[in-house]
């Protein structure tokens, strides 16, 4: 390394190279050095992820509702110093419609082919399931829908599942009466979304009558 040094940043984990010169013996706490390192980088300790807007599809779309460990909560857009947090981690895999933002961008396409190419174990012809309404449409959710608490409140779409088609029982067809249309779906949406058979406290179906009050989700299908 000649005069050079390799340190790694205690907090973010990236390697720099400084000059020998310029490095000291650092003598408190493990404690005292991560809160330094943390507001070296302008970082804050996250404590957990509240919710999220934008398109999973494309993570630069996206921001987070994050609430700090001193109680402060803000909505974040997505980066690479949320993404590489613990809580976004834990916030990603319980919302599975979230789980590819876990890989970097290189790697999405190849994880998202290898689940989908499976054979569908989780959901068969007869099986109902209830749908986040952002999965037919994240722009008209976020910028033409006025729904009370969008953010909190989980707004559902009942999808019913009637045959197999294709190959291997790699896809299914399953009717949406919300739309009054027949969709065809593979094992990246069962992934996603096949695992939510019953209403739970927060959610919140979406039904024919809010049509009436919020036509622009009928644009979600056009």
């Given at each position: 390394?000649g ?7 205690i ?19 493990r ?28 993570r ?10 001193d109680?402060?909560?803000v ?12 809580p976004?981690?834990?916030?990603c ?20 082919n ?10 068969k ?12 449409g994240?722009?008209?959710?976020d ?14 779409v ?21 739309f ?43």
């Amino acid at each position: 390394m000649g005069n050079h040094m390799e340190v790694r940043h205690i907090n973010m984990g990236f390697v720099t190279k400084f000059p020998v010169e310029w490095l000291s013996v650092f003598v408190k706490t493990r404690v005292e050095a991560l809160k330094l390192a943390m507001e070296d980088v302008d970082q804050f300790e996250v404590d957990e992820i509240l919710a999220w807007k934008g398109d999973p599809s494309l993570r630069t779309t996206m921001e987070f509702e994050v609430k700090f460990k001193d109680g402060d909560i803000v909505w974040k857009p997505w980066d690479l110093d949320l993404a590489s947090c613990q809580p976004f981690e834990e916030y990603c895999r319980q919302n599975k419609e979230l789980y590819l933002l876990l890989f970097t961008t290189d790697r999405v396409s190849g994880e998202a082919n290898a689940i989908s190419s499976r054979s569908i174990t989780d959901a068969k012809p007869g099986d109902q399931i209830f749908v986040d309404l952002r999965y037919f449409g994240t722009y008209v959710y976020d910028n033409l829908l006025d729904l009370p608490d969008k953010y909190h409140v989980k707004y559902v779409v009942r999808v019913i599942f009637t045959k197999w088609t294709g190959k291997s029982h790699k896809k299914l067809d399953a009717q949406v009466p919300l739309f009054g249309r027949i969709f065809e779906f593979n094992n990246l949406f069962i992934f996603y979304y096949g695992h939510q058979r019953v209403l739970q406290q927060g959610m919140v179906e979406v039904t024919a009558h809010f049509l009436d009050n919020y036509p622009d989700i009928s644009t979600m299908v056009v």
